[in-house]
């Protein structure tokens, strides 16, 4: 029980961290206006001024698992987020600042997923498993701000483990002190990255089950996030959403879901 909640906080670690990052983008909306008209081109040779902001704060989720027999995820966590001109940084990820052309932000990005893989003792159907654990992923990403809305890319990858991109839309909708925003997202997982996670390999074979080879994936997630204003530095936020896994993940012997709901709920103190 004790290594299980180990690797759930983990897990809601990564989680967590995302509601932060779009938590502290709106507090910093609010803190100053971060439209500059001299940050257009590359950070490195624009004349923007350098605003530093960081806050702390903490976050709780509740995730369904999609493996067979591991329940939900559930833990409270600590949360650290910290932006300049060159750099962003929430929970496991940072980001490098590379430039802004037309409202399109590009970064390099890291992120070390410490809540992937499991170990053979996380749940019953995982018996005689071996351990699949979190890498370190990297890659291009980027942020393009409309008045449609934000759309948000990135592609990653973390050498033995594979690739994987995603792709998000949200629109937020201002009333007075709360926001209301619907997003959407669709993430694409290579060959590699399902066949480590959810493949079952021939030294892994039991009773009911099979080995089994993982496909490329693609996985849709729906969701809406509320965030509420409490005072100038203070915010309040929630986000209720649920994730469609494609066949490439289900038809696995290990899974059990094809729709993995989640809960986060997070608060964020900006100091600066």
């Known amino acids: 029980m004790r290594k299980l909640l180990c690797r759930d906080q983990r897990v809601l670690l990564v989680i967590a961290s995302v509601l932060v990052y779009s938590a502290a983008a709106r507090a910093e909306g609010v803190v100053t206006d971060l439209s500059d008209s001299d940050d257009t081109g590359f950070t490195v040779l624009n004349n923007a001024t350098n605003?530093?902001?960081?806050?702390?704060?903490?976050?709780?989720?509740?995730?369904?698992?999609?493996?067979?027999?591991?329940?939900?995820?559930?833990?409270?966590?600590?949360?650290?987020?910290?932006?300049?001109?060159?750099?962003?940084?929430?929970?496991?990820?940072?980001?490098?600042?590379?430039?802004?052309?037309?409202?399109?932000?590009?970064?390099?990005?890291?992120?070390?997923?410490?809540?992937?893989?499991y170990k053979g003792s996380d749940a019953s159907s995982l018996n005689g498993m071996q351990t699949r654990k979190g890498g370190f992923w990297y890659g291009p990403a980027l942020s393009w701000h409309t008045a449609y809305g934000t759309l948000s890319g990135e592609f990653l990858t973390a050498g033995n483990k594979g690739q994987k991109a995603g792709v998000e839309f949200g629109k937020a909708f201002e009333f007075r002190n709360v926001s209301i925003e619907p997003?959407?997202?669709?993430?694409?997982?290579?060959?590699?990255?399902?066949?480590?996670?959810?493949?079952?390999?021939?030294?892994?074979?039991?009773?009911?089950?099979d080995q089994y080879t993982g496909r490329a994936a693609y996985n849709v997630s729906i969701g809406t996030k509320f965030d509420y204003q409490i005072t100038r530095h203070q915010l309040a936020t929630l986000d209720l959403g649920v994730s469609h896994l494609s066949s490439g993940i289900t038809d696995s012997p290990i899974i059990g879901k094809r729709f993995v709901p989640e809960v986060k709920l997070g608060y964020l103190y900006q100091f600066k």
């Open 183 to 209: 997003h959407v997202s669709v993430d694409w997982l290579s060959q590699k990255y399902v066949d480590y996670y959810y493949g079952v390999r021939s030294s892994e074979v039991r009773p009911g089950r």
């Open 51 to 117: 605003v530093t902001h960081w806050g702390l704060g903490v976050g709780v989720g509740y995730e369904q698992s999609p493996y067979k027999t591991y329940g939900a995820r559930f833990s409270p966590l600590p949360l650290f987020y910290f932006d300049d001109k060159w750099v962003h940084a929430a929970g496991t990820t940072i980001d490098l600042k590379i430039g802004k052309w037309s409202n399109v932000l590009f970064s390099l990005r890291g992120q070390y997923a410490l809540g992937d893989g």
